[in-house]
């Protein structure tokens, strides 16, 4: 379901089911491993998929038929966003093509993303499939441009990939061909900066957003 390749302090997750990616728990346990393994070499990280899709999110049919293996892959999902939250080291997300629900979230965690140019789709479709957005889930979604926040949260519109660089998945296009150059040209000038400057500064930008995850999760609140 995934490769995972660690050389000159970059780690590239690489995930490919052959089909679209869906982050089922098996995937979800793969690519958790996989962080951690490339947390302990101390690699920047690279995270991307296959030619036209990054991935359609959370397994859809065991969204829809609920019980203890959805819950599980969703408690899987909630130990990945606090694992990408809590990398010690850069962390970029190649785009390849289409990214949804889950998988946009996992951009906007992300320290650079880039996105593949062309006929894709990024959209928080919770709603459009008839979830209710999880509460875990709103703290991530405001780190969009305001502006955007009603449409994707609340409305589920499918962005292009322009849009979602004006929303704020994306913080630059590229075409097919030159999308993973790009990608690992950008972990390489991350991976060279200061890395406890880096890791220390990291976890101070990301500290908010930990504390409301952690609260939604827990219905804890400081």
């Given at each position: ?86 990398y ?56 969009l ?14 962005l ?15 075409t ?34 930990r ?12």
């Amino acid at each position: 379901m995934l490769s995972l390749t660690i050389a000159d302090g970059v780690a590239e997750i690489a995930l490919d089911d052959g089909k679209v990616n869906a982050l089922s728990e098996r995937m979800l346990q793969q690519l958790l491993a996989a962080i951690a393994e490339a947390q302990a070499a101390d690699a920047a990280l690279l995270i991307y998929g296959r030619a036209g899709c990054l991935s359609a999110g959370y397994d859809r049919a065991l969204i829809e038929s609920g019980g203890p293996e959805c819950d599980a892959m969703r408690a899987a999902g909630d130990r990945l966003t606090l694992a990408l939250l809590d990398y010690p080291a850069p962390v970029v997300i190649a785009s390849t093509g289409h990214a949804m629900a889950k998988a946009a979230f996992m951009l906007l965690l992300a320290d650079y993303r880039i996105g593949a140019a062309g006929a894709f789709n990024i959209a928080l479709n919770e709603v459009a499939i008839g979830m209710t957005m999880p509460d875990a889930a709103m703290p991530q979604a405001r780190r969009l441009a305001p502006q955007w926040l009603n449409r994707c949260a609340l409305q589920a519109q499918k962005l292009t990939p322009e849009q979602a660089l004006e929303a704020g998945f994306y913080d630059e296009l590229a075409t097919g061909g030159e999308l993973l150059e790009r990608a690992r040209e950008k972990v390489r000038q991350l991976a060279a900066l200061n890395r406890r400057a880096y890791r220390e500064t990291r976890l101070l930008l990301n500290a908010p957003l930990r504390a409301d995850v952690i609260a939604a999760l827990t219905g804890v609140r400081g």
